[in-house]
C-alpha cells in the first residue's frame, strides 16, 4: 500500500471535543449518572453506618468506605465492578454506526482528516467521560467520608484511592473498546447494543460458572479432593479461565489495592506463609506489585480490542 | 499549491475499481477545467458514485492515475480533501446541532483558522439562504434546507473543486430550480464543479460538458449538442400538428425534409437537413390543411439518453439471439 501522507492526528482534537460535550450534554449520560451515584451513594452509605462503631480501631478507615459490605447492599467497589461497564457500554455502542445511520460519515470522512482521528477522537471523549464520571464520584465519597466520620484520609489511603481510579478507567476502557468494536462491526445500533450488554453478562454473571464447570470437565473431581479440597492444577485452571473475564481482572486488582490485607491472588503454600503476620497491611509498593500483572492485562485488553476496531474499521466502505 | 497542467483540476486516465472479479469503474478518462461544470449520467449502478469516491480518495482505485487539484488522492488523501467540497448523495447532519454547530465542526476539521471560521460560515449560509435560520437546531430543518446546508459546506471550505452526488434528488421543482441558481454561483467563483444525476433536464440546464456512463465505463462524451448530433445523427427536428389529406405525402416532398412519421392523428415529427418551419407552413396552409402548431425540437439530453439506451438493448437482444 502507498504510504500516506500528513499526520494521523489532525482533526483528533477536534473530534474528542465535539464527542465530550456531546456525552456531557446528552440525556443517555446524565440516566446512567444518576444510577451509578445513587447505587454508589446507597452502599456508601451502609458502609458508613457500619464504619462508625469502629472508627478508631481500623487504619484504613477510608478504604473501608469503598470495600464495607453491608447485608443486603454490595460494597461500593462491586457496585462499581457492575455498572462502569453498563456506562462504557452506554457511552460507545453507537459510536461508529451512529455516524452512519444519521448519515454524516461521508461528509466528515470527506474532510482532510484520516479515519484513525475520528476513532481515536470518540474513544478519548468517552475515556474523558468516564473519568470525569468517576473523579467526581470518588471526591464525592471522600467528602461524605470527612463530613460524617471526621477523620481525614492518610496520604497512603489517598494513592490507593488513586490506584482505584485508574484501574476503574482502565477497566472502563477496556468496556468502551468493547462497546465500540460492536459499533464499527454491526451497522444497526440496537444490535451493536445488545451484542455488547451480552457480552457484558456473560463476562459478570456466567463466565465465573463456566470457569468452573470447564475445569470439572478437564480435572473431574476425585475422591482424594472431596477430603483434601481441590489439587493445585485444578486451581489454577479455573483461575486462569476467571482472568479471561476481565470483571475478575478488575475485582482482583481492586482487592489487591484497596484491601491492603491480601497477600496473594492465586494459592498460598504453607512455606509461603512462614514468618509472616497475618492480618498485617502489606506496604504500598508491594500492593501494587501484586496486582500488576492484573492491571497490565486490563491495560493490554484495551489496546487489543481498539486495534481490532480500527482494523475492521478502515476496511469499511464508506459508502452507507 | 501545486497547480495542475493548465486549468485542469481534476485528471483521471483509465481510472479503474474491480469488486472481487466485477469491474465497477472500468479504465475512464476524465478531464475536467476550473469554472466547469461536468455531469456524471448513468443509470443507476453505472459506476458514478464509485468515481467520486475514488477522486475523492475514500475508496482506493484498483488502476489507473488520478490527479485532484493537483495531488493524488490515494497517497495524499488530505491534501485532495482540503481541496475539494462535497455534497454526498444522502446528506445528514447533528441533529442535536445548530446549522452554525454543523459547520464549525466540519470547517474545525477541514482546518480552517478560528478567526476566519464564523466569516466563512456566514458566508456559506448566505450564499444558500439559510443566514436567518443558522441559530437553529438541524433536526427542525426541511430536506431540502438540509441539502442547502450542505452546499454551505462546500461553498464555506472554498475549494476548488466540488464534487456533488444526486444534488437535487428529492428536492421539489421550486428548491430544485434554487439549487440549480446555486451551483451556477460556485461556477462563477471559478469552481470546477462534478455533479452526477440522473435528472436529465436539470443536468442539460446546468452542465456545460456531461459524460454517459454505462456498465462502469464512459460511452459518450461532450457538449449537450455534440452528444445529440452523436447519437441522433444531428438532424434539424420538428413537430407539427395539423389537419389535412394525405399530409404525409406533402411534407416529405419538401426538398431538405429526409423523414416524415406519423405519431398519432394529426400529430408529425420529420428531420430535415435544415430548418425548413417557413416551407413547411407553407406547404401545409397551401394543401388546405388547417396549421395547429409547428414545433423546433431542441435537441434534450433526455433524447439523447432514451435514444442510446434503447440502441444498447436492441443491441443486446440481436446479440442473444
Known amino acids: 500500500m502507498a504510504r500516506r501522507s500528513g499526520s494521523v492526528w489532525t482533526g483528533c482534537g477536534t473530534v474528542f471535543m465535539k464527542e465530550f460535550a456531546d456525552h456531557l450534554g446528552s440525556g443517555r449520560m446524565r440516566v446512567l449518572e444518576w444510577l451509578v451515584l445513587l447505587t454508589g451513594i446507597g452502599a456508601v452509605y451502609t458502609a458508613i453506618q457500619d464504619l462508625k462503631n469502629t472508627t478508631s480501631q481500623d487504619p484504613f478507615l477510608f478504604l473501608r468506605l469503598f470495600t464495607n459490605a453491608h447485608d443486603p447492599l454490595p460494597s461500593f467497589i462491586a457496585v462499581l465492578g457492575f455498572l462502569i461497564p453498563l456506562v462504557a457500554i452506554g457511552l460507545g455502542f453507537d459510536a461508529v454506526?451512529?455516524?452512519?445511520?444519521?448519515?454524516?460519515?461521508?461528509?466528515?470522512?470527506?474532510?482532510?482528516?484520516?479515519?484513525?482521528?475520528?476513532?481515536?477522537?470518540?474513544?478519548?471523549?468517552?475515556?474523558?467521560?468516564?473519568?470525569?464520571?468517576?473523579?467526581?464520584?470518588?471526591?464525592?465519597?471522600?467528602?461524605?467520608?470527612?463530613?460524617?466520620?471526621?477523620?481525614?484520609?492518610?496520604?497512603?489511603?489517598?494513592?490507593?484511592?488513586?490506584?482505584?481510579?485508574?484501574?476503574?478507567?482502565?477497566?472502563?476502557?477496556?468496556?468502551?473498546?468493547?462497546?465500540?468494536?460492536?459499533?464499527?462491526?454491526?451497522?444497526?445500533?440496537?444490535?451493536?447494543?445488545?451484542?455488547?450488554?451480552?457480552?457484558?453478562?456473560?463476562?459478570?454473571?456466567?463466565?465465573?460458572?463456566?470457569?468452573?464447570?470447564?475445569?470439572?470437565?478437564?480435572?473431574?473431581?476425585?475422591?482424594?479432593?472431596?477430603?483434601?479440597?481441590?489439587?493445585?492444577?485444578?486451581?489454577?485452571?479455573?483461575?486462569?479461565?476467571?482472568?479471561?473475564?476481565?470483571?475478575?481482572?478488575?475485582?482482583?486488582?481492586?482487592?489487591?489495592?484497596?484491601?491492603?490485607?491480601?497477600?496473594?491472588?492465586?494459592?498460598?503454600?504453607?512455606?509461603?506463609?512462614?514468618?509472616?503476620?497475618?492480618?498485617?497491611?502489606?506496604?504500598?509498593?508491594?500492593?501494587?506489585?501484586?496486582?500488576?500483572?492484573?492491571?497490565?492485562?486490563?491495560?493490554?485488553?484495551?489496546?487489543?480490542?481498539?486495534?481490532?476496531?480500527?482494523?475492521?474499521?478502515?476496511?469499511?466502505?464508506?459508502?452507507? | 499549491m501545486a497547480e495542475a497542467t493548465g486549468d485542469t483540476v481534476i485528471a483521471a486516465t483509465g481510472l479503474r475499481k474491480l469488486y472481487g472479479r466485477k469491474a465497477a469503474v472500468d479504465g475512464i478518462d476524465l478531464a475536467i477545467k476550473r469554472g466547469e461544470i461536468f455531469g456524471l449520467l448513468g443509470p443507476n449502478g453505472a459506476g458514478k458514485t464509485t468515481t467520486i469516491l475514488m477522486l475523492l480518495g475514500l475508496t482506493e482505485a484498483s488502476g489507473g492515475s488520478i490527479t485532484v487539484a493537483g495531488f493524488n488522492p490515494m497517497r495524499e488523501p488530505l491534501e485532495v480533501k482540503r481541496h475539494v467540497g462535497y455534497l454526498p448523495d444522502s446528506v445528514g447532519f447533528y441533529d442535536n446541532l445548530t446549522a452554525r454547530e454543523n459547520l464549525r465542526y466540519t470547517g474545525r476539521l477541514a482546518g480552517i483558522d478560528r478567526e476566519e471560521l464564523d466569516e466563512r460560515i456566514s458566508d456559506g449560509l448566505r450564499h444558500v439562504r439559510l443566514l436567518e435560520v443558522g441559530e437553529q437546531k438541524v433536526g427542525t430543518f426541511s430536506h431540502g434546507m438540509k441539502r442547502r446546508l450542505g452546499l454551505a459546506e462546500v461553498i464555506m471550505?472554498?475549494?476548488?473543486?466540488?464534487?456533488?452526488?444526486?444534488?437535487?434528488?428529492?428536492?421539489?421543482?421550486?428548491?430544485?430550480?434554487?439549487?440549480?441558481?446555486?451551483?451556477?454561483?460556485?461556477?462563477?467563483?471559478?469552481?470546477?464543479?462534478?455533479?452526477?444525476?440522473?435528472?436529465?433536464?436539470?443536468?442539460?440546464?446546468?452542465?456545460?460538458?456531461?459524460?454517459?456512463?454505462?456498465?462502469?465505463?464512459?460511452?459518450?462524451?461532450?457538449?449537450?449538442?455534440?452528444?445529440?448530433?452523436?447519437?441522433?445523427?444531428?438532424?434539424?427536428?420538428?413537430?407539427?400538428?395539423?389537419?389535412?389529406?394525405?399530409?404525409?405525402?406533402?411534407?416529405?416532398g419538401i426538398s431538405g425534409v429526409q423523414r416524415v412519421t406519423e405519431e398519432g392523428p394529426g400529430k408529425y415529427r420529420l428531420v430535415a437537413a435544415r430548418d425548413v418551419r417557413a416551407e413547411l407552413g407553407a406547404a401545409i396552409v397551401a394543401s388546405g390543411g388547417a396549421l395547429m402548431r409547428l414545433d423546433h425540437i431542441e435537441p434534450s439530453l433526455d433524447t439523447v439518453y432514451r435514444h442510446y439506451f434503447e440502441g444498447q438493448q436492441s443491441e443486446g437482444q440481436h446479440g442473444a439471439a
Not at chain 1, 486495534?307 to 452507507?320: D, G, K
Not at chain 2, 466540488?162 to 454561483?185: C, H, K, N, V, Y
Open chain 1, 97 to 320: 454506526n451512529g455516524e452512519f445511520s444519521r448519515r454524516t460519515m461521508s461528509r466528515i470522512l470527506a474532510q482532510p482528516v484520516y479515519r484513525d482521528a475520528l476513532l481515536m477522537g470518540k474513544f478519548f471523549a468517552g475515556l474523558a467521560t468516564l473519568t470525569v464520571a468517576l473523579v467526581t464520584l470518588w471526591l464525592l465519597i471522600i467528602g461524605l467520608g470527612l463530613l460524617t466520620l471526621g477523620v481525614p484520609p492518610s496520604g497512603e489511603e489517598v494513592i490507593r484511592g488513586i490506584g482505584f481510579l485508574i484501574v476503574s478507567i482502565a477497566y472502563g476502557g477496556l468496556w468502551l473498546a468493547v462497546a465500540m468494536l460492536c459499533s464499527v462491526i454491526f451497522r444497526a445500533a440496537a444490535t451493536s447494543a445488545l451484542v455488547a450488554l451480552g457480552i457484558w453478562l456473560l463476562m459478570s454473571v456466567l463466565w465465573p460458572l463456566l470457569s468452573q464447570f470447564i475445569t470439572n470437565a478437564i480435572f473431574p473431581t476425585t475422591e482424594l479432593n472431596l477430603i483434601m479440597g481441590p489439587s493445585y492444577e485444578q486451581i489454577m485452571l479455573q483461575e486462569t479461565l476467571a482472568r479471561i473475564s476481565p470483571n475478575t481482572l478488575y475485582a482482583e486488582s481492586l482487592l489487591g489495592i484497596m484491601h491492603p490485607t491480601t497477600r496473594a491472588l492465586g494459592p498460598v503454600f504453607m512455606e509461603q506463609l512462614e514468618g509472616a503476620v497475618m492480618g498485617n497491611p502489606l506496604p504500598l509498593g508491594q500492593s501494587f506489585l501484586l496486582v500488576w500483572p492484573q492491571v497490565t492485562s486490563l491495560i493490554a485488553g484495551v489496546i487489543v480490542l481498539f486495534v481490532a476496531a480500527y482494523t475492521v474499521f478502515q476496511r469499511q466502505e464508506v459508502r452507507a
Open chain 2, 157 to 252: 471550505k472554498r475549494a476548488a473543486v466540488a464534487i456533488l452526488d444526486e444534488p437535487t434528488s428529492g428536492l421539489d421543482p421550486q428548491a430544485t430550480f434554487e439549487f440549480l441558481d446555486m451551483i451556477r454561483g460556485l461556477k462563477a467563483d471559478r469552481v470546477a464543479v462534478l455533479l452526477s444525476s440522473h435528472l436529465l433536464d436539470q443536468v442539460q440546464a446546468v452542465c456545460d460538458r456531461v459524460a454517459l456512463f454505462n456498465h462502469g465505463k464512459i460511452a459518450i462524451e461532450g457538449t449537450v449538442e455534440k452528444l445529440s448530433q452523436q447519437v441522433l445523427g444531428g438532424g434539424y427536428g420538428v413537430e407539427i400538428e395539423a389537419t389535412g389529406s394525405d399530409l404525409t405525402r406533402i411534407l416529405g
